[in-house]
């Protein structure tokens, strides 16, 4: 349960909430835990990508409701989910199956429940109106994200050409679970992987190496516990001034405490030099760690400026470069992940935050420059882009602006940290290694940049 859920929840929140005018948050459903209801297949054509995926999660699934008049038919009882496969859709006539499955779905679907799209990408050299329908069907789930209520979430992947129900596996469970619990209205791309994958694991990183930055509080504490629950063996990393919560978290998750500035010039090596004495190599590395320095740009000198670039985007490349050369010892591995932690006020712009938007954009623009160039290795390259998340920090913004941010989004509600660390535990794990070169979107479809 999220900060804004318990102040609303307890006896005092309710009447604080009565008195304002304020409707209660919606629960989100997290964790591994899949719709409750029944889930409904929808096969736009004769494509068996999805139905064979929803196999391999082990997931039974039903036939649709079909809109065919003006009074649309509804489902008996509420439904957990829809899931479209519409692979086949190419031209703007075919859209209408989309709308004649999705009306009763609307209608119908339980508290936290999904409806996912499948669909092909644009830009692949199918024709302009293959194209048109492919972005026609992104601007269908950022507005289905908006009229659906209780928590329900909607979330669109694009499949590309070749995509195995293996390649699709780790993505459809991640977006049907709770994990997925403040991602909404968003798309991204799932590529063709070289690696086959039939399962998905209850701890998928067991005994590989992860490294988090940032880890010794709020978001980074919550990726560090995430990751260390699906086996993962944590170096957790920050700053020495935080060296006692630091060591908390290491101790809770079973691994190893490394203070470190990130911006000296041997973070990398150090980093590198730390996970090589226990003779592995590092799976995923984990760019967490970010400060503010906020101030409208007339009031922003250089010294301010410096700082949050050196900290948010410069120091992981300088970080990468040397994890990167395989022949420094302690690196990262052939099949590795590098997560950047990126922001919404990066993608949209913030009043104030010149300086925080220049890093976080680029960290965005990083992982899809990067990504290209490591796929002969197996590295995949992602980042994550969190809107308001309820932290220590967030607590200190005075309540009505801070009321403000957390009902500036389709759920009505700020966000948990283990909804980012959820949605890292997805990139990371091996079974997505079809996923990359994405930003994927942890806002709740925030206002600002959705």
Known sequence: MSALEKAFYSPVGRKVAAKAGLAEPPR?????TFPHGAIVLAPLGGSTLVADTLTMLGRAYESPVIDTGDDAPGYGDRIGALVVDATDVRTAAELEGLRAVLRPA????????????VARPGGTGAGWEADAVARGLDGI????????????????????????????LSTLGFVLQGRSAFVDGQSWHVRPAATAVDELAERPLEGKVCVVTGA??????????????????????DIPAAGESLAAVANEVGGTALQLDITADDAGARIAAHVAARGVRIHAMVHN?????????????????????DVNLAAQMRINEVLLDSAVEGGLADDGRIIGVASTSGL?????????AASKAGVAGLVISMAPDLAERGITVNAVAPGFIETDMT???PFVQREVFRRSNSLSQGGSPVDVAETIGYLVDPASQGVTGQVVRVCGQNLVGA
């Open 348 to 356: 949209a712009g913030n009043k104030g935050q010149t300086n925080y």
């Open 106 to 117: 609307v209608r119908g679907i339980e508290r936290s429940g999904r409806i996912v799209v």
């Open 141 to 168: 789930n950022r507005t289905v994200a908006k009229e659906l209520r209780g928590g329900a979430t909607a979330t669109l992947v694009y499949a590309h050409e070749g995509v195995t129900p293996g390649d699709l």
């Open 216 to 237: 010794a509080r709020g978001i980074g504490a919550a990726i560090a516990r995430t990751l260390a629950r699906d086996g993962a063996i944590i170096v957790a990393v």
């Open 28 to 32: 989100l459903r997290r964790g591994r």
């Open 395 to 397: 607590a200190r913004i």
């Open 289 to 309: 760690a970010g400060i503010t320095r906020d101030k409208m740009l007339v009031n922003t000198d250089a010294a301010r400026w410096g700082s949050v670039v």
